[in-house]
Structures are given as structure tokens and as C-alpha cells.
């Protein structure tokens, strides 16, 4: 990561951290980012994965990249390598292997068997409607469980044959034993392990027990000596539980669990089941799908680390949930773009334009600056000749006002790097009233898109040389989601996909620098917005998919406001 960048802003979650040092309660910092392997990455996750491998970074500590593998009936291999690419691709680096919390599993039943022989848990026949049922509400206090009072044998001999897979999927479950009337419904007995025959990614068919989240976490951290578990508000209310697994062990480890708000961002969802349904019901093109909130569609819509990083830096960590307008996620990708993006010319909906007075086979070569933000950005060379396209929107057979610059019968404008031109006549299809070709002249004291008479030329037009120029296709996307908080109208987020978010032109034309770019290069075409090289390019045909447009809507709700 770049050493110019800077230092993270302070949160409650550093303050406490001061503060444990200060007091020496802890002496090195250690963090965690745990995914589930059961899904791609979302922007969400990148919130979290800042916030810990920064922390670690700014206290020359460590931070873990665990998979919490806990639940082999979702999760896959192809999760796993999605989310160490994503997290890489970051900038963040996890220090060697990654940690899985299967490889934690004969040690969470030697602790679990602890449990049952302290008579700190125990096995329950309930089924799970019935352990639902006796867990109360609110209002109401639970009631114990027949099996509640097995003796310590009994639990034993039946924990250690669930094990063994004696018993059906479903069929029993161990329990901590702790308060069926506490006003805490987490602490009403919770379930410690269930029976599932799956197979598991990394442990095969060893275990048909496997543990649950609340049980395993406390553990997890307290293994890899994680001093700070940051972790999402929802688990504000297990912290209790998180603690009392812990102190039922005391010659472990205990690390310190601390929740902050999670990032919602407007015309967007994040949940992964959610996403998981948009991806397998084909709403989307795969979960790299350029509309996607996930890491992998953000990269390939032409997102880079340096503007996620700065967009997390920049909401800040919190303890109230708040929904973030994604105008500040795009407005920080602008900013990064604006430095980096190579200047080029692209025309989307092109429309022939013939310079009746230019030589017929004539080519000539002009130096375009590849970033105007970078002295060092070097040039490159823009074949210009008689035939050429530029944009539809650029040409109207009649100016409709004194403020229009563009092109039109009599009108002068300049191509950009070239030269003035007169539009002098036009071809239209007298059935469709189509515009065929627009007849300009040009001149020749123009060179560069400039004259020393005083002229004024308002308008500048990008432009493509027809005979150099590469076919291409553009993929223009809006938000998947045409409502600021899909679902919240119907119940049914599905309701709210805007049909139209991908438009795909096909018949675009972009300058012949363009083709060597590699995937993911992100240009600027000219008056049109930034755009990225998508990795479904081919030598005959690059495929560019528009990550954002020039204007900044953040930018000027700041300055209203
Ligand atoms: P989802 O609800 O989308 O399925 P999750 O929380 O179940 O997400 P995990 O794989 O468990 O997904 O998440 C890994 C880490 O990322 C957790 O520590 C979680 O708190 C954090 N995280 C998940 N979503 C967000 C979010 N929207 N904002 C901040 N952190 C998040
Ligand atoms: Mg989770």
C-alpha cells in the first residue's frame, strides 16, 4: 500500500484500543476477518476488512484472514479462493496461511466434553421445532427441557456416540446448560452442536457434529490470540454468550468481542443469501457481474483498491447504523480515476462525418496527452483523415437554441486535437428521417483544434478516424435496482430490479491506442465518463464497460449543503 496514504481516521473501536495498551491489559494487537466461505465478498466485507487489517497495520499487529468454515453444507472451495483474490486485490496481506476454524474441530469437542463433564451442557432430544418452542419469547420464559437434567454419564456416553454418527441428522443436539429464564434469549440453553452428514470441503466425512457460530467463534479467536474481535451490531447481543463459553474455560485465552455498525448503502442489498438468489436465478451474469455489490463485480465494473480503501476511510466506524448514499462511494472512484484513467476517444453511437475538403487518402498523426492530471502521462499518437465518426447527440439538423455549440448546418466546432470544422450539408433517409452522413470543410489554419484570429469556437467534439478506429462494444450499466431500499415497497427485493441497468451498444468505435490496453485498464472517454477494459475483450473486439459518468452528484450535494 502506498506510504502517501492517509493515516486512518480514529474510532471508538482504536480509543479502546489506546486504552488497553495504555493500561497494558493487552501489549500486541491481533484482528480477525472471518468470511463465512459461502459466498463472494460484497463492499460490505471490504468495510470490515479495512477496518481490521488496518488496525493490525497501524499497531504493527497481526490480522488473520480466517475462513469460518463451520457449515459444510454452503460453502465451496471456488468461495475460498474468490474471497483471498478479493482481499489481496485489497492490499491487505494476511501474513502466510490463511486459518480455517475446521482445523479447530478436535479441539472445540475436547473443550465441549469439558463442558458436559463440569455439568455445563448437555444433550437434548427436542427437536428443533420443540427447542424453538420451550425457548420463550421476550415476554415469556422459557421452560427446560425433559432432557435437561441427564447426568453427567449419560451426556457423555450420548455426545460421544453423536460423534460416532450413531444417531440421525437432526436428531439430537448438545446444549449449554445456562438460564432458561434469562432475559437474554441467547443465553436460554443455546445449541452447541447439531448432527449433519455433509460433506466437508477440507475435513471430508470425518465429523457428522458440527459446531455452531456461538460456540466456535469465542474459541476461534481465542486459538489464534485475537485480542480484538470486531465484529457486526446483529452479535451485540450473543456477546454475553461469547463470554460465558469462555469463562467456562478459563485457562484460555480471552479475547474481547466489539461490534460496529455494518455498511448499508442505498440501491444496493448485501446480504449474500440475496446475492446468492441473483446469481443462481440468473438476474445477473455470475457474481463478477459488473452491477454486483461483491469485490469482483466492483473490480471488473473498474473499481480500483485505492478508491474502496479511501471509500471505507471515509464512513468512518460507528455503533449507529446508517445507510451510506452510494453518490460517495462513486464520487471517491472519480477522484482516484480522474488521476489515473489514460484520456481516450470513443464514439458510442456513431454517425459518419466526411470532410469534403480534405485529400482523399490522407492521414495525418496527433499527440494526445494520455492524462492531463499527469505531466509525466506521456502522449499518444490519433490518426485523423477525411472520413471519421462521431456522435450522434453531436449533429441536429436544426441548433434549437443560441446555447447549443454542437454541430449543425453552418455551425462550426472543433474535433478535439484536429481541427475546426463547417458543417456544410447532410444525407438523411427521406423513409426512417435518419441522419446518414453529416458533409463538413475544415480548416486547414485550424491545426491542433486552434486559430491566432480570435475566432470563437465553443463546442468541441470527440471523433474516431473511420478507417483506423476499432469496433467495439460498450456495456453501459445503471443500478441494479431502481429503488433506493429494494424490497422495502413489496417485501420482495427481486421487485425492484431495474430491467434495464445493462445496455449493451455494439457498434461503438474507439481509437486504435485502445486495443493493446490489458483487462481491467481503466480509461476516460473523452465527455463520456470512465470506462474499463472488461476481460471479455478479444483481439478483434475489445469490450469496455462504463464504471461511472463525469458528473459528481456528491460533489454538488456538498457544496448545497
Ligand atoms: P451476510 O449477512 O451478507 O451473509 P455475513 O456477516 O454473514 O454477511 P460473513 O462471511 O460472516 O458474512 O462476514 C465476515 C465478516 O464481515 C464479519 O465479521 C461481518 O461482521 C463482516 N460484514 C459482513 N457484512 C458487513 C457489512 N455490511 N458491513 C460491515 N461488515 C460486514
Ligand atoms: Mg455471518
Given at each position: 500500500m502506498a506510504d502517501d496514504e492517509k493515516k486512518a481516521p480514529s474510532n471508538f473501536i482504536r480509543d479502546i484500543i489506546n486504552s488497553d495498551l495504555e493500561s497494558g491489559k493487552r501489549t500486541v494487537i491481533q484482528t480477525r476477518f472471518p468470511p463465512e466461505p459461502n459466498g463472494y465478498l460484497h463492499i460490505g466485507h471490504a468495510k470490515s476488512i479495512c477496518l481490521n487489517f488496518g488496525i493490525a497495520k497501524d499497531y504493527n499487529g497481526k490480522c488473520n484472514l480466517r475462513f469460518d468454515d463451520t457449515n459444510p453444507s454452503k460453502e465451496e472451495q471456488e468461495y475460498i479462493d474468490s474471497i483471498q483474490n478479493d482481499v489481496s486485490w485489497l492490499g491487505f496481506d494476511w501474513g502466510g496461511e490463511a486459518f480455517y476454524a475446521s482445523d479447530y474441530f478436535d479441539k472445540m469437542y475436547e473443550w465441549a466434553l469439558i463442558l458436559i463433564k463440569a455439568g455445563k451442557a448437555y444433550v437434548d432430544d427436542l427437536s428443533a421445532e420443540e427447542i424453538r418452542e420451550y425457548r420463550g419469547t421476550l415476554t415469556k420464559p422459557g421452560k427446560p427441557s425433559p432432557y435437561r437434567d441427564r447426568s453427567v454419564e449419560d451426556n457423555l456416553d450420548l455426545f460421544v456416540r453423536m460423534k460416532e454418527g450413531e444417531f440421525e441428522d437432526g436428531s439430537k443436539v448438545l446444549r449449554a446448560k445456562?438460564?432458561?429464564?434469562?432475559?437474554?434469549?441467547?443465553?436460554?440453553?443455546?445449541?452447541?452442536y447439531r448432527i449433519v452428514r455433509a460433506e466437508h470441503p477440507r475435513q471430508g466425512n470425518k465429523w457428522c457434529i458440527y459446531p455452531m457460530y456461538d460456540w466456535a467463534h469465542g474459541l476461534e479467536d481465542s486459538i489464534e490470540g485475537v485480542t480484538h474481535s470486531i465484529c457486526t451490531l446483529e452479535f451485540e447481543d450473543h456477546r454475553p454468550l461469547y463470554n460465558w463459553f469462555l469463562d467456562q474455560l478459563p485457562e484460555l485465552f480471552h479475547p474481547q468481542q466489539i461490534e460496529f455498525a455494518r455498511l448499508n448503502l442505498n440501491y444496493t442489498i448485501m446480504s449474500k443469501r440475496k446475492l446468492l438468489q441473483l446469481v443462481k436465478e440468473d438476474h445477473v451474469n455470475g457474481w463478477d457481474d459488473p452491477r454486483m455489490p461483491t469485490i469482483s463485480g466492483m473490480r471488473r465494473r473498474g473499481y480500483t483498491p485505492e478508491s474502496l480503501r479511501d471509500f471505507c476511510s471515509r464512513i468512518g466506524v460507528s455503533k449507529v447504523d446508517s445507510t451510506v448514499d452510494i453518490a460517495l462511494l462513486e464520487h471517491c472512484l472519480r477522484e482516484d480515476l480522474n488521476k489515473r484513467a489514460l484520456r481516450r476517444m470513443a464514439v458510442l453511437k456513431p454517425l459518419k462525418l466526411i470532410i469534403d475538403n480534405y485529400p482523399e487518402g490522407e492521414v495525418e498523426w496527433f499527440d494526445g496527452e494520455n492524462n492531463p492530471e499527469d505531466p509525466d502521462g506521456g502522449t499518444r499518437k490519433i490518426p485523423f483523415s477525411r472520413e471519421l465518426w462521431i456522435e450522434q447527440d453531436d449533429f441536429r439538423e436544426e441548433a434549437p437554441n443560441k446555447k447549443y455549440f454542437r454541430l449543425a448546418p453552418g455551425k462550426e466546432i472543433r474535433l478535439k486535437h484536429a481541427y475546426y470544422v463547417k458543417c456544410v450539408d447532410y444525407k438523411k433517409d427521406p423513409e426512417t428521417g435518419e441522419i446518414l452522413e453529416v458533409h463538413c470543410t475544415y480548416d486547414p489554419a485550424s491545426k491542433g483544434g486552434w486559430t491566432d484570429d480570435g475566432r470563437k469556437v465553443k463546442g468541441t467534439s470527440h471523433w474516431v478516424s473511420a478507417e483506423h478506429a476499432v469496433k467495439s462494444e460498450v456495456r453501459l450499466y445503471s443500478h441494479l435496482f431502481n429503488n433506493e431500499a429494494p424490497g422495502a415497497a413489496t417485501g420482495n427485493f427481486l421487485d425492484d430490479i431495474d430491467p434495464d441497468s445493462l445496455e449493451i451498444l455494439e457498434n461503438c468505435w474507439v481509437e486504435p491506442a485502445l486495443v493493446e490496453e490489458k483487462a481491467f485498464t481503466s480509461v476516460q472517454f473523452l465527455r463520456q465518463g470512465y470506462f474499463c477494459v472488461d476481460p471479455d475483450s478479444t483481439a478483434d473486439k475489445p469490450v469496455f464497460n462504463k464504471t461511472v459518468g463525469l458528473r459528481d452528484t456528491w460533489a454538488k450535494i456538498q457544496r448545497k449543503n
Open positions: 445456562i438460564d432458561m429464564e434469562s432475559g437474554n434469549l441467547n443465553m436460554r440453553d443455546p445449541v452447541m
